[in-house]
């Protein structure tokens, strides 16, 4: 039988949409200030199903909240040159203020070089290196979206992190390790876990924070969690089952998002901020009168 929850969900969709609300605020005093609307430029190798929906959906939130948004399609056998060149065409492009390059790419395609094509500026997908070295410094500028998301869904409901002990699960370059700085940053204790981390249970069960993002089905199980632990589930795998046994984990945590609804909505919400954010810098203005 599935525990009944008790937790308090995070609303990531209504956040988001409240984030997209003052984005489009943004683009419109871009359009004002410069004469256009920002743009994000999409680049999406070859037809797979779930790449080709995600960058449907992130182009029609742009066009909802005022941005321009282009899409350059490539062959699924496309090189990792050629993309690269792609990719830096659109970095010198003047009009572009975002670079968005959906992941994963083919196994030709070597990603890390691809992601290092995009100037820093236009990195709105916090994916570079220098990106991942100013989230780590604490310098401002763009930070990896899901990361972000998960950062605004605690402030939201003010979740106290300093001096928190945090368990991130995963290492990916774009997800794990940068939530783990952002996290830190912000004076946490920061333990992260992966796929050969011994005795995971009870390594989980420290934290009171916990960031679940290894993209597999409910490998988190909700005797691992600490009574009134926070719970993010940054997993998403078909069938909408995200990295968390969410009945189980809900019995015993005091926060927790739900999949869908949680991180996903917010991981494109600040995506598209971020490109706001970006268009208002090229086009001379401070971040705060731009909202």
Request: charged share 20%.
């Amino acid at each position: 039988m599935v525990p009944t929850a008790s937790a308090r969900l995070m609303d990531g969709a209504s956040l988001a949409n409240r984030t997209l609300e003052a984005t489009a605020g943004r683009a419109a005093a871009v359009l004002h200030a410069a004469g256009r609307r920002p743009c994000l430029a999409a680049v999406l190798v070859g037809d797979d199903p779930s790449s080709v929906t995600y960058v449907r959906l992130k182009r029609r939130r742009a066009e909802q909240v005022g941005m321009d948004s282009r899409l350059v399609e490539l062959p699924a056998g496309t090189s990792t040159e050629v993309m690269v060149s792609t990719v830096r065409t659109l970095s010198d492009d003047p009009t572009v203020d975002g670079i968005l390059v959906q992941h994963p790419v083919p196994r030709q395609v070597d990603e890390r070089a691809v992601f290092e094509a995009i100037a820093p500026a236009k990195d709105v997908d916090g994916v570079t290196m220098h990106s991942f070295a100013a989230m780590a410094m604490g310098v401002p500028g763009p930070a990896s979206c899901t990361p972000e998301g998960i950062m605004r869904l605690l402030d939201e409901y003010r979740v106290e992190l300093a001096g928190a002990r945090a368990v991130v699960i995963g290492r990916s370059p774009i997800l794990g390790k940068p939530m783990g700085m952002l996290l830190l940053r912000r004076d946490a204790t920061v333990t992260y876990c992966h796929s050969l981390t011994r005795d995971l249970p009870s390594i989980v069960a420290t934290g009171d924070v916990v960031v679940a993002a290894v993209g597999r089905p409910e490998l988190v199980r909700g005797e691992w969690i600490k009574p009134g632990a926070i719970v993010v589930d940054a997993g998403y795998n078909p069938g909408n089952v995200g990295d968390v046994a969410f009945g189980e984990a809900a019995a015993r945590a005091r926060l927790i998002t739900p999949v869908p609804g949680g991180v996903g909505p917010m991981t494109i919400a600040v995506l598209l901020d971020q490109t706001a954010e970006a268009a208002a810098r090229a086009a001379g203005l401070a971040a705060g009168l731009a909202t």
